[in-house]
T-cell receptor
Framework: AQKVTQAQTEISVVEKEDVTLDCVYETRDTTYYLFWYKQPPSGELVFLIRRNSFDEQNEISGRYSWNFQKSTSSFNFTITASQVVDSAVYFCALSEAGGSSNTGKLIFGQGTTLQVKP | EPEVTQTPSHQVTQMGQEVILRCVPISNHLYFYWYRQILGQKVEFLVSFYNNEISEKSEIFDDQFSVERPDGSNFTLKIRSTKLEDSAMYFC???????????FGPGTRLTVT
């Protein structure tokens, strides 16, 4: 069964602190994609990153970095030197790509609410 | 930059009424989706649509729901007889191929009274 778990419901940090958002997934497919989306207070869903199951290389984009580890089925997201504008709900999502599952549907985790205080 | 648009931004309707939520996906995209998010909860998949037919639907997407791509640009979600529990934010999304990142519209907040 496909499932995404974000165990951290809410995280509160002070500006300039580093913060890591955890994501653990379950899938039987060997080919799948993992995503992170940001939902700011305005409500829209903003795409941050896509990773396929064959690419375990970590990625860095400015203050954002992602750590994908197949051995632990985790795809964690770190924000370095957090800013108030990073305050949002962050969703991890999974899309299976094998066989009849290739419709692209996203299975979302429960989301982690990040509050960055000045 | 191309974006997905949705109308209306907020719809209030009475229980039992029909509603149609409208979406204009990004023009060269081929895969279309509807998701919903009940307030404070996670985003849930409703339906995927490709090549003018439903490719997958969730358990939520029962006979009260239908989708249509009536022309080359619009993608609609119809709820025939709304229930109180249909109150949620409904997001439309599109992608150029599957699986790939999906680009979401701003959402339609549906309130059923």
């Amino acid at each position: 069964a496909q499932k995404v778990t974000q165990a951290q419901t809410e995280i509160s940090v002070v500006e300039k602190e580093d913060v890591t958002l955890d994501c653990v997934y379950e899938t039987r497919d060997t080919t799948y994609y993992l995503f992170w989306y940001k939902q700011p207070p305005s409500g829209e869903l903003v795409f941050l990153i896509r990773r396929n199951s064959f690419d375990e290389q970590n990625e860095i984009s400015g203050r954002y970095s992602w750590n994908f580890q197949k051995s632990t089925s985790s795809f964690n997201f770190t924000i370095t030197a957090s800013q108030v504008v990073d305050s949002a709900v962050y969703f991890c999502a999974l899309s299976e790509a094998g066989g009849s599952s290739n419709t692209g549907k996203l299975i979302f985790g429960q989301g982690t609410t990040l509050q960055v205080k000045p | 930059e191309p974006e997905v648009t949705q109308t209306p931004s907020h719809q209030v309707t009475q229980m039992g009424q029909e509603v149609i939520l409208r979406c204009v996906p990004i023009s060269n995209h081929l895969y279309f989706y509807w998701y919903r998010q009940i307030l404070g909860q996670k985003v849930e998949f409703l339906v995927s649509f490709y090549n003018n037919e439903i490719s997958e639907k969730s358990e939520i997407f029962d006979d009260q729901f239908s989708v249509e791509r009536p022309d080359g640009s619009n993608f609609t979600l119809k709820i025939r007889s709304t229930k109180l529990e249909d109150s949620a934010m409904y997001f439309c999304a599109s992608s150029p191929w599957s699986p790939y990142e999906q680009y979401f519209g701003p959402g339609t907040r549906l309130t059923v009274t």
